[in-house]
């Protein structure tokens, strides 16, 4: 099965509304990364996170190493945060990344 | 802010020619990276390289070879190009967060 596992795939917002995105490992993750990949293709790296929580502007994320999971939370949603949000987990001992396969996020005016 | 440049952005090739992609990034990172992206299967790891001289498969490398020559550049070089191989390629770069270049668009005819 899948090793990165992300909820929901799909996701439509109005604009200026809230949301909360997930990942779940079955891996023993030790840091965690999240992207966003624009609608014009480009990946931009939003958070590297040990176990913890970070924030950056309208974005927060939190990632609990012993529970398996990740979350990002985007607060009062802009039509720009639209894209696919993908989440990215190291395993110990590895300089790998294993992805899930994203959430593509539309917001709506 | 991190610089990983790819070239070239878009590519057209003829089943069994020998195609170069080409990555670079001014970071000084250790870690080199390339994927490939297609729907469906969202990022999937093809080499990597902790330096320069050293090359390492990742989960799907039959059919690419890769290249470190130098700290700033990382090659992947497909020497009997097919139609399966058609796909959007990122290099990255990391020292812990991982930054990835604009992609290259290769279609195999």
């Known amino acids: 099965g899948d090793k990165v596992k992300q909820s929901p795939s799909a996701l439509s917002l109005q604009e200026g509304t809230n949301s909360a995105l997930r990942c779940n490992f079955s891996i023993a993750a030790t840091t965690v990364q999240w992207f966003l990949q624009n609608p014009r293709g480009s990946l931009i790296n939003l958070f590297y996170l040990v176990p913890g929580t970070k924030e950056n502007g309208r974005l927060k994320s939190a990632f609990d190493s012993k529970e398996s999971y990740s979350t990002l939370h985007i607060r009062d949603a802009q039509l720009e945060d639209s894209g696919t949000y993908f989440c990215?987990?190291?395993?110990?001992?590895?300089?790998?990344?294993?992805f899930g396969s994203g959430t593509q996020l539309t917001v709506m005016p | 802010e991190a610089a990983v440049t790819q070239s070239p952005r878009n590519k057209v090739a003829v089943t069994g020619g020998k195609v170069t992609l080409s990555c670079n990034q001014t970071?000084?990172?250790?870690?080199m990276y390339w994927y490939r992206q297609d729907t469906g299967h969202g990022l999937r790891l093809i080499h990597y390289?902790?330096?320069?001289?050293?090359?390492e498969k990742g989960d799907i490398p039959d059919g690419y070879k890769a290249s470190r020559p130098s700290q700033e550049n990382f090659s992947l070089i497909l020497e009997l190009a097919t139609p399966s191989q058609t796909s959007v390629y990122f290099c990255?770069?990391?020292?812990?967060?991982?930054?990835f270049g604009p992609g290259t668009r290769l279609t195999v005819l």
């Open positions: 990215a987990a190291e395993a110990p001992g590895s300089w790998q990344l294993i």
């Open positions: 970071n000084n990172h250790n870690n």
């Open positions: 990255a770069s990391a020292g812990r967060e991982q930054y």
């Open positions: 390289s902790y330096g320069a001289g050293s090359t």
